[in-house]
């Protein structure tokens, strides 16, 4: 099928209307990827990543890139898998734009996207796991320290600590 959003996109961007292009191709993007359409996602979602990096370096816009970068991390997921370059690229791109933005909640979701690539890989996530943790700690949301702690469980489970995994 046709994405309906593809002929406002293009005629929005040859008009010289980043804004309204930007709006069309990130909602292009959330539309495939609510269609478990990926490969369309990613391509649509690197569209909008490309018109951000064009509107500066204003602090809304570089949350709707960190955001952005997310989504597309997931949608590289599932087309190249947790440890693709591609997909950690999106993640390493959404922690440096959360530290730049200076929020911890936009930097967990990164992190955690960072980890399950290298923990996959089994390349050495345990810093990013207790980095995980450790900041999940001082945010008022009990979930995001449960996951620091699974995440730390299975860190100390894989390196056959395993009583230390059980705590």
């Not at 804004?19 to 269609?35: C, K």
């Not at 911890?104 to 980890?115: R, T």
Request: hydrophobic share 45%; charged share 20%; proline share 3%.
């Amino acid at each position: 099928t046709v994405d309906p959003t593809w002929g406002p996109t293009v005629t929005a961007e040859a008009a010289d209307m980043a804004h309204r292009a930007l709006d069309y191709w990130e909602a292009a993007g959330n539309q495939a990827l609510a269609r478990s359409a990926y490969k369309e996602a990613i391509a649509h979602l690197e569209n909008a990543v490309r018109l951000c990096r064009t509107r500066g370096d204003e602090r809304q816009t570089l949350a709707r890139e960190q955001k952005i970068q997310l989504q597309l991390g997931q949608a590289q997921i599932a087309v190249r898998g947790y440890a693709a370059p591609a997909t950690l690229a999106a993640f390493d791109r959404a922690l440096v734009l959360a530290s730049a933005i200076g929020d911890v909640s936009l930097e967990l979701p990164a992190i955690f996207g960072q980890w399950a690539g290298q923990h996959i890989a089994a390349t050495g996530s345990g810093e990013l796991a207790q980095r995980f943790a450790a900041l999940a700690e001082a945010q008022p949301d009990v979930g995001s320290r449960h996951v620091g702690w699974r995440m730390l469980a299975l860190e100390r489970f894989f390196e056959g600590r395993f009583k230390e995994s059980l705590a």
